[in-house]
């Protein structure tokens, strides 16, 4: 036997880890991450230029209130499961107390749950919009706009509910079981944080 015959011709296969890259960066769910930021950032683009488009208080305000609540619910109940795989709920238990729900799916090969881009997305604007309304919060203490002032709170306060729920359901917090689970996980919640998924 020669050389030549004894060795055999080796093929890399560089398509798994191309289209791992590939997955990483795209954008699976594009309706989900534009609405994800669409109605915040109307929501400050509208606060920004009321003042100069419309002299009624109450019209700028009931807008910026409908934004921010269209906001919280399609962050709360579709954007955060689709991007990131969490979920959480309030509710109240027979005995009338407040009961906080938290659900994080199990990434698994072939799952339906957002890539690293979309992650970022979410996360980014989870958190980046809180900040731009605090700042609005004090521009407008410091510059005695009160009734903008009331605009304000509102408008943290739903954001900062969103941002607080991920956030709980990111390091694995708990505090009630929901009546049934098998609609998002089909399984008990993760309880360990080092489990669910990464911020950024």
Same mark, same amino acid.
């Given at each position: #036997? *020669? #050389?030549?015959?004894?060795?055999? &011709?080796?093929?890399?296969d560089?398509? &798994?880890e191309?289209?791992?890259?590939?997955?990483?960066?795209?954008?699976? !769910?594009?309706?989900?991450?534009? /609405? !994800? $930021?669409?109605?915040?950032?109307?929501?400050?683009?509208v606060?920004?230029?009321?003042?100069?488009?419309?002299?009624?208080?109450?019209?700028?305000?009931?807008?910026?209130?409908?934004?921010?609540?269209?906001? +919280?619910?399609?962050v709360?109940?579709?954007? %955060?499961r689709? $991007?990131?795989?969490?979920?959480?709920?309030?509710?109240?238990d027979? &005995? %009338?107390?407040?009961?906080?729900?938290?659900?994080?799916?199990?990434?698994?090969? %072939?799952?339906?749950?957002?890539?690293? *881009?979309?992650?970022?997305? +979410?996360?980014?604007? $989870?958190?980046?919009? =809180?900040?731009?309304?605090?700042?609005? /919060?004090? *521009?407008?203490?410091?510059?005695?706009?009160?009734?903008?002032?009331?605009?304000?709170?509102?408008?943290?306060?739903?954001?900062?509910?969103?941002?607080?729920?991920?956030?709980?359901?990111?390091?694995?917090?708990?505090?009630?079981? =929901? =009546? !049934?689970?098998?609609?998002? *996980? %089909?399984?008990? /919640?993760?309880?360990?944080?080092?489990?669910?998924?990464?911020?950024?």
């Amino acid at each position: #036997m *020669t #050389m030549a015959d004894e060795t055999e &011709d080796v093929e890399l296969d560089f398509t &798994d880890e191309e289209d791992r890259l590939r997955r990483s960066a795209a954008i699976r !769910h594009p309706f989900a991450s534009f /609405f !994800h $930021l669409f109605f915040r950032v109307v929501a400050i683009v509208v606060y920004l230029l009321c003042e100069w488009v419309s002299k009624s208080f109450t019209s700028c305000f009931v807008l910026i209130i409908t934004l921010l609540s269209f906001d +919280f619910w399609s962050v709360k109940n579709v954007t %955060g499961r689709l $991007l990131v795989g969490l979920r959480w709920w309030n509710q109240i238990d027979e &005995d %009338g107390k407040s009961l906080w729900v938290f659900e994080a799916k199990k990434t698994s090969r %072939g799952q339906n749950i957002g890539t690293e *881009t979309e992650a970022r997305i +979410f996360w980014l604007g $989870l958190i980046i919009c =809180p900040l731009i309304w605090t700042f609005f /919060f004090f *521009t407008s203490l410091f510059s005695l706009k009160i009734k903008w002032l009331s605009l304000v709170v509102a408008s943290i306060s739903f954001q900062a509910a969103n941002l607080y729920g991920y956030l709980r359901c990111k390091a694995g917090g708990q505090e009630g079981q =929901p =009546p !049934h689970t098998s609609s998002f *996980t %089909g399984q008990r /919640f993760l309880q360990r944080p080092d489990i669910i998924f990464g911020i950024l």
